[in-house]
């Protein structure tokens, strides 16, 4: 999904892997995207390949890189890391080599050294170190690219922004139809939708990125790339945003949702109501149904939630003949339960519970009704 986003934002894929996904580009492209993908967590850019035995050898060829170039004298500097390797059973060593290399090539140019912490407030270099390879990166994004900044009322065990952008792009849904998300919670699908639906860029949410604390930042550039990407604002009482319909049974789970969505600048595209999902109100032009129920993955939870998972499939049914209907869970037992066979399961992760995004052909007829007759 991430590939098919970034070939979509104009960019060329030249390799991917479950981890992630690579292309060339340059500091410019990375500031880009940083502000337009609403899938990835953080964008990294290469630095340098090696070959690593020992941390005397991550040590000795990270002091013979440039750091007085990336890293400002008087900034700040984090370090963090992946590390699969038998001579580190503690990555923070392996930190602290690193960060020690990077100080004191700057020290002996400048005679003086950023400050270092755990914070990602500053600079942030990230070592990618498995096997007898390591690779050092500057990461540009500094916190999570999840982390929009609109969530301000999280609600009962919310979905990561980006994943609910996955989500919405799985599903085919690309903002010009109508958007139902009963179940909503805090109302992160419905707001990455209205994003999406008016051409948004999610990174200007954002307060900053770790690539403005970086040797050589142009800062006027910067502003020149946000007005870039900003979309021009429609005339007064225009929107070209399609229906966003949001529900909840939880009147707090609906507070939390115009509560994120006025803070996101969306609150006037998205459509609330306190009310049973099957009381959902469904526009007349058919679109995405998409709906997020609990997993029961406490104890005793899932055999009560087993009719709740047949009432979905009841809702599907006779309620969105004609739309997309889509089921996002992590209980894979309960959506059995659901009554309808799914014409696609999408493996996904939700923090750490295995999940599917389950597809469901639905027809305002019987499938005989809605073949042509030959």
């Known amino acids: 999904m991430l590939a098919d986003e970034i070939t979509t934002l104009g960019y060329t894929v030249t390799a991917h892997d479950p981890t992630g996904v690579e292309i060339q580009g340059t500091l410019h492209d990375a500031m880009r995207l940083n502000l ?5 967590m953080r964008v990294l850019s290469l630095i340098e390949t090696f070959p690593c035995d020992s941390p005397d050898q991550l040590a000795q060829t990270a002091s013979e890189i440039a750091w007085e170039m990336i ?14 390797h038998p001579s580190i059973d503690n990555t923070m060593f392996a930190n602290l080599r690193l960060k020690d290399a990077i100080v004191d090539r700057i020290r002996s140019v400048h005679g003086r050294r950023p400050d270092s912490g755990p914070l990602r407030t500053g600079t942030v270099i990230h070592l990618h170190w498995h096997g007898n390879t390591a690779q ?3 990461d540009t994004s500094g916190q999570k690219l999840s982390d929009r900044g609109y969530r301000r009322m999280p609600h009962h065990a919310p979905l990561r922004e980006t994943l609910a952008a996955a989500i919405l792009h799985r599903t085919g849904w690309r903002g010009d139809t109508p958007l139902v998300i009963p179940m909503c919670g805090s109302g992160t699908l419905a707001i990455e939708g209205a994003l999406m639906a008016t051409g948004r860029p999610p990174g200007l949410l954002r307060s900053g990125f770790a690539f403005q604390h970086l040797y050589g930042f142009n800062p006027q550039l910067w502003a020149d790339l946000r007005r870039e990407v900003t979309p021009k604002k429609p005339r007064r009482g225009k929107t070209n945003a399609p229906p966003i319909i949001a529900t909840d049974i939880d009147p707090d789970a609906i507070e939390a949702t115009r509560r994120n969505a006025e803070t996101a600048g969306v609150g006037h595209l998205i459509e609330t109501a306190v009310c049973d999902f099957a009381d959902t109100e469904m526009p007349d032009e058919a679109g995405h149904v998409i709906l997020h129920p609990e997993y029961g993955l406490r104890m005793g939870e899932e055999e009560t939630l087993k009719s709740l998972y047949g009432y979905m499939g009841d809702f599907l049914k006779q ?16 959506a059995k339960c659901v009554g309808l066979r799914p014409a696609s399961r999408v493996p996904m992760r939700h ?7 389950l597809g469901y052909e639905l027809w305002t007829g019987t499938r005989e009704q809605e073949s042509p007759t030959t």
Do not use: E, H, M
């Open 319 to 334: 309620r969105c003949g004609g739309w997309s209907g889509w089921i996002f869970t992590g209980n894979l037992d309960l």
């Open 36 to 40: 337009q993908s609403r899938i990835a």
């Open 71 to 84: 890293v400002p004298a008087g900034g700040y500097l984090s370090i963090t890391s992946t590390i699969r």
């Open 351 to 357: 923090a750490k519970v295995d999940a599917r995004l």
């Open 136 to 138: 050092i990166w500057v």
